[in-house]
């Protein structure tokens, strides 16, 4: 297997510009991860998706972010618009999630974006 | 927040030396897990512990768990300059959904 597949490995872009990011999980995996890692916050889940359906948002910064998954290959992070303060790698992961508890994530490798 | 906060942050060792990492977390927790990142590459899984269980081996990483104390430490044996990596403890909190919280990391440089 491939693993993780993240879409675009860098992305530079100006404040007011929409971004986005793209994932392909894992086949098979029924969970997928969206973080974002900085230097001063270190790495934060931002949502999650099982078998497509978003579980847990509440780490979503705000309004002008929204992900999606339309499927069980794909699923996008989007930015609107972009502020100098989005700065940052955007990890995607997944899991196959096969016990009770939360099992190994499979992290793709990363988009760095940088807002200017 | 940070669910686990590692310790210390930076660490610097000859190759063949031994390296520890301590792992503090704040909730109760169904497991813990440790991964690696390479500088600019993704996070690797490297070792995953439940909360019944107070030690586990994989190759030359040992890792124990003290849910009394809410801490954990990552013990690499025999270190080599391969292992130059951050290195990051997860914890999945007990009721809190299918989600890892990760710590803040140790960066360990192992040098020749």
């Known amino acids: 297997d491939a693993g993780v597949i993240q879409s675009p490995r860098h992305e530079v872009t100006e404040m007011g510009q929409e971004v986005t990011l793209r994932c392909k999980p894992i086949?098979?995996?029924?969970?997928l991860f969206w973080y974002r890692q900085t230097m001063m916050r270190g790495l934060e889940l931002l949502i999650y998706f099982n078998n497509n359906v978003p579980i847990d948002d509440s780490g979503m910064p705000e309004d002008r972010f929204s992900a999606k998954m339309p499927n069980a290959s794909f699923s996008t992070l989007k930015i609107q618009p972009s502020e100098p303060r989005d700065s940052a790698v955007y990890f995607c992961a997944s899991s196959p999630m096969t016990g009770v508890d939360t099992g190994e994530l499979f992290f793709g490798e990363g988009s760095r974006l940088t807002v200017l | 927040s940070q669910q686990g906060e590692e310790d210390p942050q930076a660490l610097s060792i000859q190759e063949g030396e031994n390296a520890t990492m301590n792992c503090s977390y704040k909730t109760s927790i169904n497991n813990l897990q440790w991964y690696r990142q390479n500088s600019g590459r993704g996070l690797v899984h490297l070792i995953l512990i439940r909360s019944n269980e107070r030690e586990k081996h994989s190759g030359r990483l040992r890792v124990t768990l003290d849910t009394s104390k809410k801490s954990s430490s990552l013990l690499i044996t025999a270190s080599r300059a391969a292992d130059t990596a951050s290195y990051f403890c997860a914890t999945d909190a007990w009721g809190g959904g299918n989600k890892l919280t990760f710590g803040t990391g140790t960066q360990l440089k192992v040098e020749l």
């Open positions: 086949s098979g995996h029924d969970y």
